[in-house]
């Protein structure tokens, strides 16, 4: 299956500190949000899947929260169209505006891909 949500928000990385895109991308088994520049990487797994009220599952966080419109094929109505995609620094959620469908994932892990870029 391909990408459920791929986008991108420009803004100042918690890593590298550079005001660069942060590529985001989501897929029913897990979220991510990837630095462009030094590839620092925030990982969130999935809690829930159900139809909820918009706003349900955001949740006032220590970073600014991203909110944002990607559009997408909803696995519930199975409607292509526009999803909210609100990004804090606990919560990750993907909406369906057409039928309400949302997916909620929870912060894991926060690395650093060291690997990217190198020759080897």
């Not at 660069?20 to 999935?46: E, F, H, L």
Request: with cysteine; charged share 25%; hydrophobic share 30%.
């Amino acid at each position: 299956m391909d990408d459920f949500i791929t986008t991108r928000h420009r803004t100042t990385c918690f890593n590298c500190r550079e005001d660069v895109d942060q590529v985001i991308t989501a897929v029913p088994n897990g979220a991510q949000v990837v630095c462009d520049n030094c590839r620092a990487t925030r990982s969130y797994i999935p809690i829930v899947e159900e139809v909820s009220k918009k706003g349900d599952y955001i949740k006032p966080g220590c970073y600014d929260i991203w909110n944002l419109t990607a559009n997408a094929l909803c696995r519930q109505c199975k409607v292509t169209g526009p999803h909210d995609v609100t990004i804090g620094c606990r919560n990750f959620t993907v909406q369906c505006r057409e039928c309400g469908f949302t997916h909620l994932y929870r912060f894991n892990l926060e690395y650093i891909d060291e690997s990217w870029g190198s020759s080897g």
